[in-house]
Structure formats: structure tokens, C-alpha cells
């Protein structure tokens, strides 16, 4: 089992839907929990970060986390046509005191106009 | 501010020859990474530098050696290329004594294929 695991889609929407993109991850000692969006042909950028469980907002954009189920989910709003991009969870862990991240495979976003 | 730069942007080698990937960072970070990027496998560490002087081994590190040449710059090698290395990389750079969250800049990537 990896260590996170993420459903690659495709997942396509019409556009103004609300979408749910998930992961779940097996290690306990992951710290910080960041979603990243990658746009075609170019390399991925920072969407959001977390730190503890619950919820944390950026316009449209959702970051949740639930560290008991082991479960993290990013959702928009009023989806765009912009927005159709592949969004890849990362999790950050500390080994030797170095922080390492681990990224889920991503998952396709496609929004319809 | 040009952020994290990659050289060559394609590339097409035959089995057997080698080459050198470029990466370049103007944001004054210490730690820089290689990284994979394959259908269906997500981003797969390959070596990184968590700081000048040093590299270390991630996931993925067969066929490939790195060199750390500076602050600013850190190389990845192709000794002698093979199919299986066929792939899009991408450098990344991070300072992760700002906010521990590790937030890593990535460049635009290299797009290589070995015939």
C-alpha cells in the first residue's frame, strides 16, 4: 500500500459545480497536508496548506483534514473552466530533522464551460 | 525574479548516451530536488539536496547521479539513458526552515525521451 493514495480521474463538471478531489494516506507521522495544482505542461505551484485537522477556506477553494480517518479533501466552489487543471496532494514529514514531502499520483480536473 | 529555471526544455536521446539536466534558483533556498513525473505514478523523488555540500538518495535514485554545484544549482545525470527513463523532470526548490510546511517552487520541467 503507498504511503498516500489518490484516485487519478479523470473527473469531469459542468462548470459552476461544487467539486471534491481526496486523499487518504496510511503514515501517521505526516505533519502538513498541502494541495498543489499543476497546469498542462508546466511544473505544479502551491494551492493550500493545513496543519491540523478541520477546515481551512481560500476563496472557492476548501482545505479539510481529518487526521483520525487519515483523510484529507480539497473542494471548489463555482467550479471554472480555469480550475481544470490536475490537483496533486503532498504531505510533509520530518526524518532526521528534514522535512520531506510525498505526493499523491494527482487527480485530472476537467471543467466544462 | 526568474524562480526556478530548467535546461533543456525537450530532449530526445538514444539508449546508451548520456546527459546532464540544468536547474537554477534565484529564491536564495537551500534545499533543491529532482523529481519524476510518469502517467499513472504521480511525482517520484529522485535525489535531493537538502543543503550546499550535501545530496541524498529519494525514491527512485537508480541510473541517475546529481551534483550540487552551488547554492543556486543542482544537476542531474543520465550516464547511459534507457527507455525506462523516458519521463517528464522537474527540479524544485524549498527553504524549509520558513513555516515547516515545506512549500517546494518547481520548474517548468524537461520533457526527455530515450529511443
Known amino acids: 500500500q503507498k504511503e498516500v493514495e489518490q484516485d487519478p480521474g479523470p473527473l469531469s463538471v459542468p462548470e459552476g459545480a461544487i467539486v471534491s478531489l481526496n486523499c487518504t494516506y496510511s503514515?501517521?507521522?505526516?505533519?502538513?497536508f498541502m494541495w498543489y495544482r499543476q497546469y498542462s505542461r508546466k511544473g505544479p505551484e502551491l494551492l493550500m496548506y493545513t496543519y491540523s485537522s478541520g477546515n481551512k477556506e481560500d476563496g472557492r477553494f476548501t482545505a479539510q483534514v481529518d487526521k483520525s480517518s487519515k483523510y484529507i479533501s480539497l473542494f471548489i466552489r463555482d467550479s471554472q473552466p480555469s480550475d481544470s487543471a490536475t490537483y496533486l496532494c503532498?504531505?510533509?514529514?520530518?526524518?532526521?530533522?528534514?522535512?520531506?514531502?510525498?505526493f499523491g499520483k494527482g487527480t485530472m480536473l476537467l471543467v466544462s464551460p | 525574479n526568474a524562480g526556478v529555471t530548467q535546461t533543456p526544455k525537450f530532449q530526445v536521446l538514444k539508449t546508451g548516451q548520456s546527459m546532464t539536466l540544468q536547474c537554477a534558483q534565484d529564491?536564495?533556498?537551500?534545499?533543491m530536488y529532482w523529481y519524476r513525473q510518469d502517467p499513472g505514478m504521480g511525482l517520484r523523488l529522485i535525489y535531493y539536496s537538502a543543503s550546499e555540500g550535501t545530496t541524498d538518495k529519494g525514491e527512485v535514485p537508480n541510473g541517475y547521479n546529481v551534483s550540487r554545484l552551488n547554492k543556486r544549482e543542482f544537476s542531474l545525470r543520465l550516464e547511459s539513458a534507457a527507455p525506462s527513463q523516458t519521463s517528464v523532470y522537474f527540479c524544485?526548490?524549498?527553504?524549509?526552515?520558513?513555516?515547516?510546511?515545506?512549500?517546494?517552487?518547481f520548474g517548468p520541467g524537461t520533457r526527455l525521451t530515450v529511443l
Open positions: 529564491m536564495n533556498h537551500n534545499s
Open positions: 503514515n501517521s507521522a505526516f505533519q502538513y
Open positions: 503532498a504531505m510533509s514529514s520530518f526524518n532526521s530533522g528534514y522535512s520531506t514531502l510525498t
Open positions: 524544485a526548490s524549498s527553504d524549509p526552515g520558513q513555516g515547516n510546511y515545506n512549500e517546494q517552487f
